[in-house]
Nanobody
Framework: QLQLVESGGGLVQPGGSLRLSCAAS????????VGWFRQVPGKGREGVSC???????YYEDSVKGRFTISRDNAKNTAYLQMNMLKPDDTAVYYC????????????????????WGQGTQVTVSS
């Protein structure tokens, strides 16, 4: 069974940091592009960052310079390091994977992704 499981969410003060993990099981994550998305109640899912199979990365403007996406193929896991967190970053964060595209391909379009985790809550508040 193909599965993605996020972890690492929680409550943090503004300016703090969290690292989200996305562990894959049932498939080899190295052969998939990975995206991180977030969603707040009443709004659609927003693309945050994505990484291609060869490690190329892309960030949504509001998180550039603060968030870092990475992958550890030996651990079959992807990560999202979030620094300088702001209250506006509060959301449920989801990781997703797809085997579309080539080695350097990535996307922040939700419809491109086939496999999704269950989400992890991130709350930034004092």
């Amino acid at each position: 069974q193909l599965q993605l499981v996020e972890s690492g969410g929680g409550l943090v003060q503004p300016g703090g940091s969290l690292r989200l993990s996305c562990a894959a099981s049932g498939f080899t994550l190295a052969y998939y592009a990975v995206g991180w998305f977030r969603q707040v109640p009443g709004k659609g899912r927003e693309g945050v960052s994505c990484i291609s199979r060869d490690g190329s990365t892309y960030y949504e403007d509001s998180v550039k310079g603060r968030f870092t996406i990475s992958r550890d193929n030996a651990k079959n896991t992807a990560y999202l390091q979030m620094n300088m967190l702001k209250p506006d970053d509060t959301a449920v964060y989801y990781c997703a994977a797809t085997n579309k595209g080539g080695w350097r391909w990535y996307s922040l379009q939700e419809y491109e992704y086939d496999y999704w985790g269950q989400g992890t809550q991130v709350t930034v508040s004092s």
